[in-house]
């Protein structure tokens, strides 16, 4: 699924927070090629920090992206996948929420071309102690 994607091939995906930068290569080895632009809540840490690292560059109008590791987007697919079955690669967009307890960290709210979709899937079942949200 994760290939699929890095070669522009299958959904577009959205996954947001709820409401309540300098050029290297990156090793596609051990990170996805699969990028977000931060979208919902940001955490006050995580916008000094892009501005931290703007300003270090000298990259005033640059966006910022996150990057996962390959194994944690390798899950993220497999389990919207699994939940979406055989629609999953004919899809035009997927969007979902980010939810956060005790117990761990998911995806859910699913939404398939609009259509509602049964589920969760679980991302970490460790706490977030230090991500700043």
């Known amino acids: 699924m994760l290939r699929l994607l890095e070669h522009g091939k299958g959904p577009a995906i959205e996954i947001a927070w709820s409401a309540a930068a300098g050029a290297t290569r990156l090793n596609l080895?051990?990170?996805?090629?699969?990028?977000r632009h931060p979208s919902g809540r940001v955490s006050i840490a995580e916008r000094r920090l892009a501005a931290m690292i703007r300003d270090r560059h000298g990259m005033a109008s640059a966006t910022s992206v996150r990057l996962f590791p390959r194994?944690?987007?390798?899950?993220l697919l497999g389990g919207l996948n699994a939940a979406i079955?055989?629609?999953?690669?004919?899809?035009?967009?997927?969007?979902?929420?980010?939810r956060r307890d005790g117990r761990g960290l998911y995806v859910s709210n699913l939404r398939v071309d609009g259509r509602k979709i049964r589920g969760r899937i679980?991302?970490?079942?460790?706490r977030c102690s230090n991500s700043g949200v």
């Not at 679980?122 to 460790?126: A, E, K, Q």
């Open 29 to 35: 080895d051990r990170y996805s090629g699969f990028m």
């Open 71 to 75: 194994k944690v987007d390798a899950a």
């Open 85 to 98: 079955g055989e629609s999953y690669v004919g899809a035009k967009s997927i969007r979902a929420s980010y």
């Open 122 to 126: 679980l991302l970490s079942n460790r």
